[in-house]
Nanobody, 124 residues
Framework: QVQLAESGGGLVQAGGSLRLSCAAS????????MGWFRQAPEKDREFVAA????????LYADTVKGRFTISRDNAKNTVYLQMNSLKPEDTAVYYC?????????????????WGQGTQVTVSS
């Protein structure tokens, strides 16, 4: 079992920045990809970003490319999501996810452990 705990969410004005963290515990391993997803009210959960086990490869949704950066510190079992130039449409609950493999995928079925989520609200 792997436990994931997100933190760093909050209320920010449009154009501002936030940094989300996801701390992993339990049977953790650096051999798996990690991802971030989000879910806005009355919308389906959507892929945001993913990072390979070695941090050599990253994948982003088109809606956040150039504004968000995913990174990981395997020594600390922590994944980060730096969010810059935030927009009101970025408002959502953000979830950290543990990959089934070391490969990068956009579909949520490729992730087997999920955190409880952290709320991000961007005001206009």
């Amino acid at each position: 079992q792997v436990q994931l705990a997100e933190s760093g969410g909050g209320l920010v004005q449009a154009g501002g920045s936030l940094r989300l963290s996801c701390a992993a515990s339990g049977r953790t391993s650096s051999n798996y990809a990690m991802g971030w997803f989000r879910q806005a009210p009355e919308k389906d959960r959507e892929f945001v970003a993913a990072i390979s086990r070695s941090s050599g490869n990253t994948l982003y949704a088109d809606t956040v490319k150039g504004r968000f950066t995913i990174s990981r510190d395997n020594a600390k079992n922590t994944v980060y999501l730096q969010m810059n130039s935030l927009k009101p449409e970025d408002t959502a609950v953000y979830y950290c996810a543990h990959g089934l493999t070391g490969l990068l995928y956009r579909r949520d079925s490729s992730y087997n452990y999920w955190g409880q989520g952290t709320q991000v609200t961007v005001s206009s």
